[in-house]
Structure formats: structure tokens, C-alpha cells
């Protein structure tokens, strides 16, 4: 587990490449933090992403980077990964990375996996107990958060099956535990907003047919 822990720490080398939402961004201070937060979404400025493969769309902001090829990946049959590259959400703050991947497992079953491992020492595991209807689709909702080697790791994960194949849906956070730091030289990154962000992301995906 903790090399497969070690290796996901090299997925997230993040562009510097900063983005910001126009008008609809707000900077505020947080300590040594500067982040955007965002008063309203105009999703008109989005992207899409679409998959005639696998059936499926989705939309994200300008200020995420889009990946078909991915040589590490936290989800079995991952097919796209899109990262939040905007600098407004880590400088100044713990947060390394921020990615949500989608993996789509033909006639596979569909339950949530942790790299292929459930973790056994995880801090915050809220199992399988949460729902979500997401295009018309009911999809089960995972949570784990683990610690390991002064790193954070937290997997999000929606899965549901359609057409007879497992589509998931991972949000991947990590960050580097605030003790590591000296005190006052970073801020605890916003998780609330950034779930938000993702959130909206997530919210947009459909199914082609």
C-alpha cells in the first residue's frame, strides 16, 4: 500500500499554468493563501469533453487541464482525468493536487476501488452509504481519506453501472499534511471549495444514450 501511495504522489506534477474565471472570480486573502473563490458559475465558458468511445459527456471550467493519457491513475479503465491548474487554489496553501478521473469498466463490476486495494488505515471512511442521481442515473458514493508519510489522500468515488459497463467517477485531492511546514508559512487549503468546484463538474455529466 504505501508504495502504491508513493507512486500516486508523482501523478499530480501540475502545470503552472494559471487561469482565472474572468469576472465570475473573487481573490480573497486566506492568511498566506490567496484563492478564487467563484460568486456564480457561468458554465457558458466551458469546455466539454466527450467520449464517443465509452457514451458519455461531461463540461469543466478554462482554468482545468484535460489528459487522455494517463500513465498512473488512482481508477481501474481510466479514460480521461481533469485537473484544476488554476495557481489561485494551491499557492500559499498545502493542496498538491486536485483531479477528477473518469474510468469506464466494460461488463465489469461496479464497485469502488482505492487503487485496486480498499485501505485498512484509513482516517475518514464513510463507506458505501451515500446516492447521487447524476444523469439519470443513481451512482453509490465512497469517500476515503488517508494519511501516509506526511501526505494527505482523498479518494471521492461515483459508480454506477449503464449499458452493462461500470462508469466511475473519482475525485483525487492530495495535500501535504500542514505539520510538515513551518508554522505560518502556509494555509490548510480550502476543501469545502474545491469540493464545490468539483461538484459542478461532476454535475454536468451525461450519458450519450
Sequence with gaps: MVIRLAAVLFVGMLSS???????????VEKGPARIFEHSSI??????????????????????????????????????????????????????????????????????????????????????????????????????????????QYGLITYSATHAGNCYRLALFIHSINIQVYDPGSVSEFDRASVMRLFDQVISTFRFLK
Design 17 to 27: 499554468v494559471s487561469v482565472v474565471w474572468g469576472a465570475d472570480a473573487v481573490a
Design 42 to 151: 457561468n458554465i457558458c465558458r466551458w469546455k466539454t469533453y466527450t467520449s464517443e468511445k465509452y457514451g458519455f459527456e461531461m463540461s469543466y471550467p478554462p482554468d482545468f487541464a484535460e489528459r487522455e493519457e494517463i500513465p498512473l491513475t488512482v481508477i481501474q479503465g481510466a479514460v480521461v482525468r481533469l485537473s484544476l491548474v488554476n495557481r489561485g487554489y494551491y499557492d500559499g496553501t498545502n493542496l498538491v493536487e486536485a483531479s477528477l478521473f473518469v474510468g469506464v469498466t466494460p461488463k465489469g463490476e461496479c464497485f469502488s476501488r482505492w487503487l485496486g486495494d480498499t485501505p485498512s488505515n484509513s482516517s475518514e471512511n464513510e463507506g458505501l452509504s451515500d446516492k447521487r442521481d447524476i444523469a439519470g442515473v443513481t451512482f453509490t458514493r465512497t469517500s476515503f481519506w488517508e494519511g501516509a508519510v506526511g501526505n
